[in-house]
């Protein structure tokens, strides 16, 4: 199971830090996401990280401003949101996939476990 939390209002160009605890076994996990929904729009990549490896991948939108880390005694994953601008405002989910491969990384068919979202907003 996942628990995302750390989710809030926040200014342009402020910062926020989301967390994801995995509780029960993660020994299948390949890869943990982060995707985020903002209203009426569907959801959108915005980083992994291999669960093992450590190797990161991110969107465009948000590549030098947000870094997906792990705490590998906590089984938490983190998403460090820096310079945060408006159309970061969203609905952000953590996904965690056991048999997705790299290709497939992106996209939210590829994860079977999901948290529960945690609001973002930022304001201009």
């Known amino acids: 199971q996942l628990q995302a939390s750390g989710g809030g209002l926040v200014q342009a160009r402020g910062s926020l830090r989301l967390s994801c605890a995995a509780s029960?076994?993660?020994?299948?996990?390949?890869?943990v996401g982060w995707f985020r929904q903002a209203l009426g729009k569907e959801r959108e990549f915005v980083a992994a990280?291999?669960?093992?490896?450590?190797?990161?991948y991110y969107s465009d939108s948000v590549k030098g401003r947000f870094t997906i880390t792990r705490d590998s005694v906590k089984n938490t994953v983190y998403l460090q949101m820096n310079s945060l601008k408006p159309e970061d405002t969203a609905v952000y989910y953590c996904?965690?996939?056991?048999?997705?491969?790299?290709?497939?990384?992106?996209?939210?068919?590829?994860?079977?476990?999901w948290g529960q979202g945690t609001q973002v907003t930022v304001s201009s």
């Open positions: 996904g965690a996939g056991s048999s997705l491969i790299l290709s497939s990384i992106g996209e939210p068919a590829s994860y079977a476990y």
């Open positions: 990280r291999w669960w093992r490896t450590g190797s990161t």
């Open positions: 029960g076994s993660t020994f299948s996990f390949r890869a």
